[in-house]
């Protein structure tokens, strides 16, 4: 390996996993100018969609095959824990290349009544070249949603895995290759935002790019776009997701509990979609703080590739102090802290924060506000179900939310009320591969993941006009 490159870390205990390139804007350039060349031979473009379809079944298969290497690689990098990359993250992503490769050839244009003398309709067509930004949570996931629609609809794809996690992507690119899609049309450049990922943000060939991670990046990521070719851009960005619990919440029993856990403490709470804000009404505030915190306290915080692990490392020593500092100036603004609050000594080396709930936190303060991607939820009472909304309402994101209630009105008034791109009511979930998911507010633009309109970021929409000779 030449030139620079990312030395890679694992979060469990700090040991080196290896090195990868960091890509410099030549070698972009260069990897685009081969994307281009794929595109326009049609080896993959000008198949037809079921011949696309045959071929990413066949990444699925691989995929599938390489499970536990592909579970274990994400858990490593990511410090992810081992089960919930198994049961999880692998499956899904394996569902989502699937889905998207039975989807190929299930779109379809419009015509329009224009008259007898002139036939009118629309179709949508590949952009060319596309890249996908990667955020380290979901390494393979997420690669899996952009993956499917983007080939799927012909283009070639370039991906940029996080700087931390790029290890699954690269397999999967191999396997790719495995699979028969023809080379280039599949690329992964590894390396860091500021080189790497600015070099196709500002990229004049580019047709469109998909990214997912913070507000702050996807911010500059837009910027370059417009400042370079207009390339078409998604943005799937932050959250501050509240769960809202109705005086009825308790009629859901264990998978009430069972539920708000999963939202809040899922990946160590490094999650976009985690449910960082408990919204309890009054009436049932000690009884749901008190059942939250036992089954917070009893989560299993471990080494990653250990099966029983519920909650592994943080990603980095950056993350770890930050997080601990907004906890520790809540409790110094008055919050109370239940449980948690501090680290759990699995490994010298890697960064385990306890599962913590705060409560007594004072309304607009900065930890009800700010997206700390850790293993901290607050909670805030409630009388009303308007005060309810104005508090789920009471921040800048709007990615997702949960709501607890078994009474329809007060469902769909909180469903339509709360200002995020997703509610879930009786559960916490973020949806199947049929439904949209992106974000309101500073959480989403110019796009959505999943479902038949996730071909929208990779498409555009031309208008063809005949006019008839009689």
Request: overall charge negative; some cysteine.
């Amino acid at each position: 390996m030449t030139g620079p490159t990312l030395t890679l870390r694992a979060p469990a205990d700090g040991s080196v996993l290896g090195e990868v390139p960091l890509t410099s804007r030549e070698q972009v350039r260069a990897a685009v100018t081969r994307a281009q060349a794929a595109f326009r031979s049609g080896t993959w473009s000008a198949q037809a969609p079921r011949a696309r379809a045959e071929r990413l079944h066949g990444l699925a298969d691989l995929m599938q095959r390489d499970a536990e290497t592909l579970a274990r690689l994400d858990s490593e990098d990511a410090g992810k824990p081992i089960t919930e990359c198994r049961e999880n993250d692998v499956p899904s992503a394996i569902e989502s290349i699937r889905w998207f490769a039975e989807a190929t050839d299930k779109g379809h244009g419009t015509t329009t009544p224009a008259g007898r003398d002139v036939v009118a309709f629309t179709e949508r067509e590949p952009f060319g070249v596309v890249a996908a930004i990667l955020p380290w949570n979901y390494p393979l996931a997420m690669a899996a949603w952009k993956i499917g629609p983007a080939l799927a609809a012909g283009n070639a794809l370039l991906l940029k895995p996080a700087d931390a996690t790029p290890r699954s992507v690269l397999h999967v690119a191999e396997l790719a290759r495995e699979a028969g899609i023809p080379a280039d049309v599949l690329q992964v450049v590894t390396g860091d935002g500021p080189t790497t990922g600015a070099a196709l943000a500002d990229d004049p060939i580019i047709g469109a790019l998909s990214f997912t991670g913070s507000t702050t990046t996807g911010r500059g990521i837009l910027a370059a776009a417009a400042a370079s070719n207009l390339k078409r851009v998604s943005l799937e960005m932050g959250g501050k997701s509240p769960q809202i619990l109705l005086d009825d919440a308790r009629e859901f029993g264990d998978a009430l509990i069972e539920g708000m856990i999963e939202s809040a403490f899922l990946t160590s709470g490094q999650n976009c979609t985690a449910g960082s804000r408990v919204l309890v009404h009054e009436s049932i505030h000690d009884e749901v703080v008190a059942r939250l915190t036992g089954a917070a306290a009893a989560l299993r915080v471990g080494h990653p590739a250990d099966p029983a692990t519920q909650l592994g490392p943080v990603i980095d020593d950056r993350a770890a102090d930050r997080i601990l500092a907004a906890v520790d100036t809540a409790v110094r603004e008055g919050a109370t802290l239940v449980t948690g609050g501090g680290e759990v000594d699995v490994v010298p080396g890697g960064r385990y924060l306890a599962p913590t709930v705060l409560t007594h936190v004072a309304p607009g303060s900065d930890i009800t506000r700010r997206e700390l991607f850790g293993p901290v939820v607050t909670v805030q009472s409630f009388r009303t179900r308007d005060e309810a909304i104005a508090l789920a309402n009471d921040t800048e994101y709007g990615l997702a939310a949960s709501v607890w209630t078994t009474r329809l009105d007060d469902a769909l008034a909180l469903a339509r009320g709360v200002e995020a791109g997703l509610v879930s009511v009786g559960a916490y979930s973020e949806g199947d591969l049929t439904v949209p998911f992106g974000g309101w507010k500073q959480s989403g633009f110019g796009g959505v993941e999943k479902s038949f309109r996730a071909f929208e970021q990779w498409t555009r929409e031309k208008t063809v006009w005949i006019a008839l000779r009689h």
